[in-house]
């Protein structure tokens, strides 16, 4: 394995001041309500709107204004999201009782969750692709409520009209003109005007994540989401300028986003390297994605693909693009990962916005353990058990005793009294 290119940027760090920061806006906003939220609004955001939710006639001048052909993309993308997301919500059936033993039926139900909150950030960017990637998959799962929370753009009184038109086109209704920490604190706990939701859905900044972190518990979180990442394992088959153009898609999302390259071909390593400064040099982010690309890009010569398995899996990336020769040999040795891009047609960049799949993805390797938002992020699994006096005689010596082992003596005769009554 050799190094052709090193990080200069270590990671993030825990911020002491970040989490104190936080902490007392959500504490504000649990304790002043609409109060709290119209000063953030006004001190952040320069904001005057006394009522922070969207009307309708908003609503319709944003779709008034956004540029047709691009409401047509966005009808195009979210036909694509909600088609996928139907295809997944099949998979989250009931399951009917079974007797599982004598006597003894048990089931579940999929149960979808009575109200969400999705944050669509609004920042650099007006991200409207990700209200897309949010409302879709809730209002298929068939949540009641679905809320959504976008801040204004700086010095003004509005939400993006792309964001709004797209929300529109999602089906959301009820919609906050309020971003940062302090939404993600409205959503969780509830103000005069924002009434609280079931689960928080969304990415955004340092202040949007480390919130959620805090009101985890109060309020169901899609997972805690850091800088965006990509992670292409590559060989000499490969183009590298489609290399290079996936790396810098990636890198101008923010001075904190990766790009890694982990290839088996030296050649076409350095070529995609050289590749990434020619196209910077076009590139009207260039200042944001060469930043970033200098600070946390990386690129790998590894040994074998079977070392950039095993490397991939240990970064646990949000994206993993497959750009090798025959990229289905790899799969099954590819675990940890938000999203997999098979294949050097299936740029990043199509699931980012229109193929379908969500781009709503975990980060910082918590691919280890979840995946992105989907269906199942606003569905509950409930189960259900029936006995009969049967299943009660066949199993309550057993409860009876493991009770009395653990010094629960009631959980025993909860049991047991079932025993004397069939």
Same mark, same amino acid.
């Given at each position: 394995?050799?190094?052709? *290119?090193?990080?200069? %940027? *270590?990671?993030?760090?825990?911020?002491?001041?970040?989490?104190?920061?936080?902490?007392?806006?959500?504490?504000?906003?649990?304790?002043?309500?609409?109060?709290?939220?119209?000063?953030?609004?006004?001190?952040?955001?320069?904001?005057?709107?006394?009522?922070?939710?969207?009307?309708?006639?908003?609503?319709?001048?944003?779709?008034?204004?956004?540029?047709?052909?691009?409401?047509?993309?966005?009808?195009?993308?979210?036909?694509?999201?909600?088609?996928?997301?139907?295809?997944?919500?099949?998979?989250?059936?009931?399951?009917?009782?079974?007797?599982?033993?004598?006597?003894?039926?048990?089931?579940?139900?999929?149960?979808?969750?009575?109200?969400?909150?999705?944050?669509?950030?609004?920042?650099?960017?007006?991200?409207?692709?990700?209200?897309?990637?949010?409302?879709? +998959?809730?209002?298929?799962?068939?949540? %009641?409520?679905?809320?959504?929370?976008?801040?204004?753009?700086?010095?003004?009184?509005?939400?993006? +009209?792309?964001?709004?038109?797209?929300?529109?086109?999602?089906?959301?209704?009820?919609?906050?003109?309020?971003?940062?920490?302090?939404?993600?604190?409205?959503?969780?706990?509830?103000? /005069?005007?924002?009434?609280?939701?079931?689960?928080?859905?969304?990415?955004?900044?340092?202040?949007?994540?480390?919130? *959620?972190?805090?009101?985890?518990?109060?309020?169901?979180?899609?997972?805690?989401?850091?800088?965006?990442?990509?992670?292409?394992?590559?060989?000499?088959?490969?183009?590298?300028?489609?290399?290079?153009?996936?790396?810098?898609?990636?890198?101008?999302?923010?001075?904190?986003?990766?790009?890694?390259?982990?290839?088996?071909?030296?050649?076409?390593?350095?070529?995609?390297?050289?590749?990434?400064?020619?196209?910077? /040099?076009?590139?009207?982010?260039?200042?944001?994605?060469?930043?970033?690309?200098?600070?946390?890009?990386?690129?790998?010569?590894?040994?074998?693909?079977?070392?950039?398995?095993?490397?991939?899996?240990?970064?646990?990336?949000?994206?993993?693009?497959?750009?090798?020769?025959?990229?289905?040999?790899?799969?099954?040795?590819?675990?940890?990962?938000?999203?997999?891009?098979?294949?050097?047609?299936?740029?990043?960049?199509?699931?980012?916005?229109?193929?379908?799949?969500?781009?709503?993805?975990?980060?910082?390797?918590?691919?280890?353990?979840?995946?992105?938002?989907?269906?199942?992020?606003?569905? %509950?699994?409930?189960?259900?058990?029936?006995?009969?006096?049967?299943?009660?005689?066949?199993?309550?010596?057993?409860?009876?005793?493991?009770?009395?082992?653990?010094?629960?003596?009631?959980?025993? %005769?909860?049991?047991?009294?079932?025993?004397?009554?069939?």
């Amino acid at each position: 394995m050799k190094i052709l *290119k090193r990080p200069t %940027k *270590k990671g993030q760090e825990e911020n002491e001041s970040l989490r104190t920061t936080v902490s007392r806006i959500v504490l504000s906003v649990q304790n002043s309500g609409d109060e709290a939220l119209l000063d953030y609004c006004r001190r952040f955001d320069l904001s005057t709107r006394g009522t922070l939710r969207i009307s309708q006639e908003e609503t319709d001048a944003a779709l008034a204004s956004t540029d047709p052909e691009l409401l047509n993309y966005i009808k195009t993308a979210a036909h694509n999201i909600r088609a996928f997301a139907e295809r997944q919500k099949e998979t989250l059936t009931d399951l009917p009782e079974q007797e599982l033993s004598p006597g003894v039926f048990l089931g579940h139900r999929a149960i979808p969750v009575e109200s969400c909150g999705c944050y669509v950030p609004g920042g650099g960017y007006p991200l409207f692709s990700t209200a897309l990637m949010l409302a879709i +998959p809730a209002s298929v799962a068939g949540v %009641k409520r679905i809320v959504a929370c976008s801040p204004v753009m700086k010095g003004t009184d509005k939400i993006h +009209p792309a964001t709004l038109s797209a929300l529109s086109i999602a089906g959301v209704d009820e919609i906050y003109a309020i971003g940062g920490a302090q939404a993600i604190a409205a959503m969780a706990f509830g103000t /005069e005007q924002i009434a609280p939701v079931d689960v928080i859905a969304g990415p955004g900044n340092r202040y949007v994540t480390e919130a *959620k972190r805090q009101c985890y518990g109060q309020v169901g979180i899609d997972f805690v989401a850091g800088p965006s990442e990509v992670l292409i394992i590559a060989d000499e088959s490969v183009d590298p300028e489609i290399l290079a153009a996936d790396i810098l898609a990636q890198s101008e999302h923010d001075l904190n986003a990766r790009g890694i390259l982990l290839c088996t071909d030296e050649e076409t390593a350095n070529a995609t390297a050289s590749a990434v400064e020619r196209q910077l /040099e076009e590139l009207a982010t260039a200042e944001m994605a060469g930043r970033a690309w200098r600070e946390n890009g990386e690129i790998v010569i590894v040994d074998s693909l079977e070392q950039a398995c095993e490397i991939s899996n240990r970064y646990a990336p949000e994206h993993l693009e497959l750009a090798i020769r025959d990229p289905e040999t790899l799969i099954p040795a590819l675990t940890n990962y938000g999203a997999l891009f098979i294949g050097e047609m299936s740029a990043e960049v199509f699931g980012d916005y229109v193929s379908g799949s969500n781009h709503t993805l975990p980060t910082l390797r918590a691919s280890r353990y979840t995946g992105g938002v989907w269906v199942g992020t606003f569905t %509950k699994i409930c189960t259900s058990q029936r006995m009969t006096p049967e299943g009660v005689a066949r199993l309550a010596p057993v409860a009876e005793a493991m009770a009395k082992a653990e010094g629960l003596e009631a959980h025993g %005769k909860a049991a047991s009294i079932r025993l004397k009554n069939k």
